[in-house]
């Protein structure tokens, strides 16, 4: 239950956010959002190491809501130790975005709203087991990628948040693309978007040689 805080928290930081009047309180509420979320990342940690056993490379702490039957999409989410470190290190990261942008003063309340849903779209990816919804939280994090260089950005701004956006169009192109063959080459009645269903898969050579280019430049 306590990976969920990862992504509610976020949420309700852009809620609060969205909410007040007096712009005088966005930075320290985008900073204890941080924080906050900081915490519930330590707790994620602390709770992986109390069941963990080092050497399984087990999935724990999962959570699995059916979200789409027909196309057998789950909310499907859960930490390993690849993915605690990788949350650790958005969680610091966040924190220091927002202190290094405390005096930043143009649109401050959408600067920091974007940079929330930015956060939200990270912490989501990384916890993701479901493709599908690894992928959906990689999509959500493009567009305040490309507002925040965009309007915040220095240099030639449009330049570089538009060459970006390409960038990451043309990848997820490529990434749905190969999420979506893998997803038809499983076998009959087994269809799944979970990986680790997939990854005791005995999928044909040639499939996976040919899909895999995609996974991979995605």
């Known amino acids: 239950m306590i990976v969920n805080f990862l992504l509610i928290v976020p949420l309700l930081t852009i809620l609060v956010l969205l909410l007040i009047q ?26 992986y190491l109390a069941v963990s056993s080092f050497n399984n490379g087990a999935m724990l702490l999962q959570t699995d809501v059916v979200w789409f039957s027909p196309l057998h999409i789950h909310y499907h989410v859960g930490v390993d130790g690849i993915s605690i470190v990788m949350l650790l290190l958005t969680a610091l990261i966040v924190i220091a975005a927002i202190l290094v942008s405390w005096k930043e003063a143009l649109l401050q309340k959408e600067f920091f709203i974007l940079l929330t ?36 950005g220095s240099g030639k701004k449009a330049y ?15 990434l749905f693309m190969g999420i979506a063959c893998l997803y038809y080459n499983e ?4 269809q799944t978007f979970n990986m680790l269903q997939i990854a005791q898969m005995q999928l044909p050579y040639a ?12």
């Open 160 to 174: 570089s948040a538009t060459k970006l956006v390409l960038m990451l169009i043309g990848a997820s192109a490529l």
């Open 22 to 47: 007096n712009t005088q309180y966005t930075k320290p509420i985008a900073l204890a959002g941080s924080v906050i979320q900081l915490m519930v990342v330590i707790g994620v940690l602390l709770q």
């Open 187 to 190: 076998p009959d009645g087994l």
């Open 207 to 218: 499939v996976q040689i040919t899909l895999f280019p995609f996974m991979f430049i995605g």
């Open 117 to 152: 849903l930015l956060a939200f779209g990270a912490y989501g990816f990384f916890i993701a087991i479901d493709l599908f919804l690894m992928f959906f939280f990689l999509e959500i994090a493009v567009v305040p990628k490309f507002l925040l260089i965009l309007i915040w």
